[in-house]
């Protein structure tokens, strides 16, 4: 890989661990959440306006192909501002980006598709990371504890719904894009979820609430909007310059700088575990992203 896609790619890594530390350190995560995708609308939208007038939409089955994407997003939102609240950075965000695993899977199933050895192999590197992560020590206490964890621990549940509703929409949004520009795509799907998302909040919220996480969080709503659009916009540009296979799995990286960013800002416990776990999950997704 050139050094600019790997600087490019690992920048927009960090911004998305950025960001969710962000989340994670809010009061309402739901809110915090809401306010900086709302942010993020206004920041996209002078280049999705200039993308749509040069481009425009020529298939009418792409709206339909949004909102399926934005009721996902919707859930995804959901889940993952209860998988912050109740559990760890360094334990949940892990299990969270272990989609290219559960994608490929579903791509088998679902889509017919082949999968190689070499994906087989990252499949279970993946699950092993995973079973890891839930792990607070290697001994032979711990080896069922992933298990337990699964049927007992909110955070974790919520966590792997997070992970269903990303290999989902990853599916759903692989298809979209054959029927409308990417970074029109990109807005209109986020566009979409917040149609069902704000509805959600204007009902379960206070407008005190909201005010009063924009007053303590202003600074960084702001930032996770933003960087979470250029973070994007990053990946585009390395998608320009390097094989995508290389940039998908160099992505994963990002589960290491949570992993990191949670032991060392949040100090949270058990990190030699969880970052042994998160090192696994990004071979395995990198071995997914190269098989054929």
């Not at 809010?26 to 481009?55: C, E, H």
């Not at 970074?183 to 979820?193: E, M, P, T, V, W």
């Not at 395995?284 to 992203?289: A, D, N, P, Q, V």
């Amino acid at each position: 890989m050139s050094a600019l896609a790997i600087a490019l790619v690992l920048l927009s890594a960090l911004f998305h661990a950025l960001r969710s530390l962000f989340t994670k350190e809010s009061g309402d995560k739901q809110i915090f959440l809401w306010l900086y995708s709302t942010i993020a609308l206004l920041f996209f939208s002078p280049v999705f306006l200039y993308v749509l007038f040069r481009v425009g939409i020529n298939d009418p089955s792409a709206y339909a192909w949004c909102a399926g994407s934005g009721f996902i997003h919707f859930l995804y939102w959901l889940f993952l501002t209860l998988a912050y609240k109740e559990g760890d950075l360094s334990h949940v965000y892990p299990i969270m980006r272990s989609s290219p695993a559960l994608v490929l899977i579903i791509a088998v199933l679902i889509l017919g598709e082949q999968v190689s050895l070499q994906g087989v192999a990252g499949i279970l590197l993946v699950a092993v990371g995973v079973y890891v992560i839930n792990m607070k020590r290697i001994s032979g206490q711990e080896l069922l504890a992933p298990v337990k964890s699964v049927a007992h621990d909110r955070s974790t549940q919520f966590a792997f719904l997070t992970l269903i509703s990303v290999a989902i929409y990853s599916i759903v949004d692989k298809m979209a894009v054959a029927h409308i520009h990417p970074i029109l795509f990109s807005f209109f799907h986020l566009f979409c979820g917040m149609c069902f998302y704000t509805p959600y909040i204007a009902f379960t919220k206070r407008a005190t609430q909201i005010k009063k996480e924009w007053q303590l969080g202003t600074t960084r709503i702001i930032m996770a909007g933003i960087i979470g659009i250029v973070g994007y916009a990053f990946i585009l540009v390395a998608f320009t310059i390097e094989r995508v296979s290389y940039i998908v799995g160099l992505r994963q990286i990002s589960i290491v700088f949570a992993v990191v960013m949670g032991g060392h800002f949040l100090k949270e416990k058990h990190q030699g575990m969880r970052l042994t776990g998160a090192l696994i999950i990004f071979a395995g997704g990198f071995l997914i992203s190269l098989a054929k």
